[in-house]
């Protein structure tokens, strides 16, 4: 079983930037690729970044193209969402996914986290 777990969110004014982190359990993260979505309220689910298990492929959603970034640390079972310049439209709670396979297909989920709140003041 995986389990992954979210922390780095919080309160910041237009502008400013966070890193999400996702800690992940399992023996399965290395092999896998990663995602963060976020669900801003009355709103569906939606996909913000992807990265591939090797980390060599990453794909973003265009309102947050040249904004945020995502990485990740194998040998640390770990995967981040760095946020910059950002915009109260992004106020949002953000999950963690660990998705099926090994490539940057954010269509898929094998395991969600419980998420992090992002709030952004104007």
């Known amino acids: 079983q995986v389990q992954l777990v979210e922390s780095g969110g919080g309160l910041v004014q237009a502008g400013g930037s966070l890193r999400l982190s996702c800690q992940a359990s399992?023996?399965?993260?290395?092999?896998?690729?990663m995602g963060w979505f976020r669900q801003a309220p009355g709103k569906e689910r939606e996909p913000v970044a992807s990265?591939?298990?090797?980390?060599?492929?990453?794909y973003y959603r265009d309102s947050v193209k040249g904004r945020f970034t995502i990485s990740r640390d194998n040998a640390k079972n770990a995967a981040y969402l760095q946020m910059n310049s950002l915009k109260p439209e992004d106020t949002a709670v953000y999950y963690c996914?660990?998705?099926?396979?090994?490539?940057?297909?954010?269509?898929?989920?094998?395991?969600w986290g419980q998420g992090t709140q992002v709030t952004v003041s104007s």
């Open positions: 399992g023996r399965t993260f290395s092999g896998s690729g």
């Open positions: 990265i591939n298990w090797s980390g060599t492929t990453t």
């Open positions: 996914a660990q998705l099926k396979g090994g490539f940057a297909d954010w269509s898929t989920i094998d395991y």
